[in-house]
């Protein structure tokens, strides 16, 4: 492990601890944790480190959880595969989002899309910055069923879609 603000080791050979433990922190969550599971609203208890260097406060969290989302990495994954094949944002978020609601569409997939072409989601998909709302969907859906190096016949496309996303590792 090392500090995300300065890079130092953690640990240095010989030298003293420079991140320490600086407890915990809980995080609300939303979503689904599979392609045909219910969405659920749970909390994760993730925990905190402090760089003793530079100040940096840094926050680990379960795989499956992007940086600064509300929604799971297989949720956003699952949206924009959905978005991708022109499923109706009213549609996708009855499937993928808890609870109910009175507001029509749903803002958070735009915000992901541009997130991803900005190198903030999903970072090692690249070379995706020019591509429109749905042309970057299905590109970010073909990249993800891709990587999940399961074959087309044996796995849906929303099962590798899964699959790639959680074989993900930076995310």
Not at 127 to 137: H, I
Request: with cysteine.
């Amino acid at each position: 492990m090392h500090c995300v603000g300065c890079a130092r080791a953690s640990r240095p050979v010989g030298g003293p601890l420079v991140v320490h433990g600086h407890g915990g922190r809980d995080r609300h969550v939303m979503g689904v944790h599979g392609p045909r599971e219910r969405p659920v609203s749970i909390s994760v208890e993730g925990r905190r480190y402090a760089c003793q260097i530079c100040g940096c406060v840094m926050l680990v969290v379960p795989r499956d959880l992007g940086p600064w989302r509300r929604y799971t990495l297989a949720t956003i994954a699952l949206v924009l595969a959905g978005a991708a094949d022109g499923v109706r944002a009213e549609q996708l978020r009855a499937r993928y989002a808890p609870g109910t609601t009175f507001e029509s569409g749903w803002a958070s997939p735009r915000r992901w899309l541009r997130a991803i072409a900005a190198g903030k989601l999903i970072r090692w998909i690249r070379g995706v910055s020019e591509l429109a709302d749905r042309a970057l969907a299905g590109r970010v859906a073909a990249v993800l069923a891709e990587a999940s190096g399961s074959n087309a016949r044996s796995a849906s496309f929303e099962d590798r879609v899964f699959a790639g996303v959680m074989s993900s590792s930076d995310s």
